[in-house]
T-cell receptor
Framework: EAQVTQNPRYLITVTGKKLTVTCSQNMNHEYMSWYRQDPGLGLRQIYYSMNVEVTDKGDVPEGYKVSRKEKRNFPLILESPSPNQTSLYFC????????????FGPGTRLTVL | GNSVTQMEGPVTLSEEAFLTINCTYTATGYPSLFWYVQYPGEGLQLLLKATKADDKGSNKGFEATYRKETTSFHLEKGSVQVSDSAVYFCALLPYNNNDMRFGAGTRLTVKP
């Protein structure tokens, strides 16, 4: 089944404790991205990647890192999480850039205490 | 910069009512426009899209027309069902980069 998977689905952590949210897609898509969803703000793009070893900042990259060492994986790294990073995070992928449909993962709800 | 503004919700309708969710955008050039739907507990799914002015996207009875003159992409459905209850997001993809922008979302509840 074609899908985007994220792990963990739920995470409660404390300020300053490094964490990684994994994202994997099995559709051989070139383009992957990370969003955060906050009430009243919709989805905001954090980072995106157009191919292996190519990443770019989105609208709200501060406090986040990403890497794209393999085509299928695009982990989101929070080196020192803070409470304002409490949010619902979505990973997405698409065959290419431009007008291709994005396929979203199920989301990761992160709480930083 | 590029941005999307959606009508605020929540919107509550009776089954078989007519639905309109307004969406306007600000962008340079000719962006592509999208409507995504999010059902409870799930990620977003593409509902429809339009890539140039006057294009009409349609799917599952929903329609939206890309209006360059009014910078709008309003979502419509002639007769909503209970199963249409979800959050709807309008989004744009600029013509010259991959920085996708979403609206705040509009929660729709359809009552029997």
């Amino acid at each position: 089944e074609a899908q985007v998977t994220q792990n963990p689905r739920y995470l409660i952590t404390v300020t300053g404790k490094k964490l990684t949210v994994t994202c994997s897609q099995n559709m051989n898509h070139e383009y992957m991205s990370w969003y955060r969803q906050d009430p009243g703000l919709g989805l905001r793009q954090i980072y995106y990647s157009m191919n292996v070893e190519v990443t770019d900042k989105g609208d709200v990259p501060e406090g986040y890192k990403v890497s794209r060492k393999e085509k299928r994986n695009f982990p989101l790294i929070l080196e020192s999480p803070s409470p304002n990073q409490t949010s619902l995070y979505f990973c997405a992928s698409s065959p290419g850039q431009g007008t291709d449909t994005q396929y979203f993962g199920p989301g990761t709800r992160l709480t930083v205490l | 910069g590029n941005s999307v503004t959606q009508m605020e919700g929540p919107v509550t309708l009776s089954e078989e009512a007519f639905l309109t969710i307004n969406c306007t955008y600000t962008a340079t050039g000719y962006p592509s426009l999208f409507w995504y739907v999010q059902y409870p507990g799930e990620g977003l799914q593409l509902l429809l899209k339009a890539t140039k002015a006057d294009d009409k996207g349609s799917n599952k009875g929903f329609e939206a027309t890309y209006r360059k003159e009014t910078t709008s992409f309003h979502l419509e459905k002639g007769s909503v069902q209970v199963s249409d209850s979800a959050v709807y997001f309008c989004a744009l993809l600029p013509y010259n980069n991959n920085d996708m922008r979403f609206g705040a979302g509009t929660r729709l509840t359809v009552k029997p």
